[in-house]
């Protein structure tokens, strides 16, 4: 009879195991979907949060004296490019002049199909510094009271990684 009752002890006791653990397992599958979409809106608030940095060149119109700000702005990011394009003051080839600027002056920028408007694979190295924008007898001077269409690139990851300034 004690052989009964203990059999019926460990029987119950197994039996109660296995129902908390299935309990704990169905709860836990249940949960899964809202712990996805969670970790997929934190992740997308804090791409948001990361991007909202450049929403002033986020396809708007800016001034010249904006592209500077923006050089002196991105110094600290290695690697951020700047791509202008302007016409040129004097007669030449070609009617704009293209060129790259690195405000951190690490790392390389990559080339830019300026008709496109997207990177190429291949670097290239960066043309203007803060001086020669600003210098106004310089080959790459930004008047300050000129007009840009700004427009941000990103890279295959979909991370920014460049700002186009076009000349109206």
């Keep these: ?16 195991t296995l129902a908390i653990i299935s309990a704990g397992l169905f709860l836990w599958g249940k949960t899964q979907p809202v712990v996805e979409l969670a970790n997929s809106q934190a992740a997308d608030q804090a791409r948001e949060l990361s991007e909202q940095q450049y929403s002033a060149f986020d396809n708007q119109i800016v001034s010249g004296s904006q592209i500077l700000t923006a050089y002196r702005r991105y110094e600290s990011q290695d690697g951020f490019c700047l791509y202008v394009e302007q016409p040129y003051t004097t ?4 009617p704009y002049r293209k060129f790259t600027m690195n405000p ?3 790392g390389s920028c990559r080339e830019f199909d300026y008709s496109g408007e997207k990177l190429k694979d291949n670097t290239d190295n960066f043309d203007a510094d803060e001086e020669e924008i600003s210098d106004a007898s310089g080959l790459y001077y930004i008047s300050p009271q000129a007009r840009y269409r700004a427009k941000l690139i990103k890279d295959k990851n979909e991370r920014i990684a460049a700002i186009y300034f ?3």
């Excluded at 052989?3 to 002890?9: D, E, M, V």
């Excluded at 007669?91 to 070609?94: D, F, L, N, R, T």
């Design 1 to 16: 009879m004690e052989n009964i009752a203990s059999f019926l002890k460990t029987t119950i006791s197994i039996l109660i």
């Design 91 to 94: 007669a030449a080839k070609e």
């Design 104 to 106: 951190s002056g690490k």
């Design 166 to 168: 076009e000349a109206k």
